[in-house]
């Protein structure tokens, strides 16, 4: 099965009403992106290190590894302060997970959070949710994917409005998403550099995915 059956399977369970089932297909097909990206064994801080090395490396006429000065690596006080630029290291409410990340979380967060201008939120978008401060990628995986993957539903604090609009609301009780969310998803899949020859010829499968029209279809 390829990443282009997940959204397939995502569409097809949307337009059947299955709104869940539809964004754990959609966010499955998320973390298998993100693995392509950030592939096991090499941290996506580590990726996007190499790149900003390559960078100054190159603005400065430094032809070896050997003579390029090494980054920053932020510590855990740093860590918050420093989102932009590609400088992103996911929170979490384990201080060890700070300092050493690796797996399939820092993938998918990174992922969500490099894809984060498509998906309808500021790149530093973080919400306040049980008495904490959460990136939204996080709360993503922590809340959602994982919720929905191994306890089979999503918290009863979290629930999805419907409406073609991106917009968040919190509350001291509950935490409410946009259906659309599924869709935003969804189009960062699809629109990965990653997944190109997997959604050759997308657009001529079907038109408007997501569309709140589902009972028309």
Known sequence: MSIRARIEDAVVLWHTGRREGALLSALVAAAATSRKRYPKGRHAYDRRRSLVRRAINGLFGRGSKTNAAPPHKPNVSDIHGNMEMGKYWPSSDKE?????????????????????????????????????????????????????????????????????QFSICVTDEQLTLPEILVDRIASAVRLAPENASDFENWDEWIVDTFSSRSEEL
């Open 96 to 164: 060890n997970r700070l300092k050493k990340p690796r797996g399939d979380r820092v993938a998918f967060t990174q992922f969500v959070h490099d894809e984060m201008r498509l998906i309808g939120g500021p790149e530093n978008f973080n919400l306040k949710f049980r008495g904490e401060m959460w990136p939204l990628q996080e709360l993503l995986y922590t809340f959602i994917r994982c919720e929905l993957a191994h306890e089979a539903g999503i918290p009863r604090d979290i629930v999805f409005e419907p409406g073609d």
